[in-house]
Every structure is written in C-alpha cells, then in structure tokens.
C-alpha cells in the first residue's frame, strides 16, 4: 500500500522525467550554468547525470529544485 504525499510536489516523478524536462526548458548549456556539475558541461548526457545524481544527494537537491522553478 502506497501512502499518498499530496505536499510533495515530487511524488511519482522519476529523476530522469526530471532531466528529460529540464534538457528540454533549458538546454544542457543553461542547466551547466545553473547546477556547477561536470556531466551537464563535459559531454552531457541522460545516462551520466542519472549515475552521478542518484550517488550525490547535493546535486540531486539542486536539480530538483530547477525543476521545481521551472514549473512555475
């Protein structure tokens, strides 16, 4: 059984859901700008974000929270 989250605006959005909008609102170039990490400068890709940010709860944070400014 599932608990329901309704203050969680994150709740059954998958990280790569996340990046997948976010690469298409901002580019990889402007997402680099926004969130300092190397696999969004050095040859971006889903793949590479997706390992590092489910090992790195920092950088996982930040690009939550883009994608929660980007829905505003």
Not at 13 to 37: A, D, N, P, S
């Amino acid at each position: 059984m599932q608990n329901p989250q309704p203050n969680n605006p994150l709740h059954g959005i998958t990280l790569e859901k996340i990046l997948l909008h976010l690469v298409e609102v901002y580019g990889w170039e402007e997402m680099g700008r926004q969130v300092k990490i190397r696999c969004f400068n050095l040859d971006p890709s889903i793949k590479s974000s997706l390992t590092f940010l489910r090992k790195t709860p920092w950088a996982r944070e930040q690009v939550e929270n883009l994608y929660l400014e980007s829905l505003k």
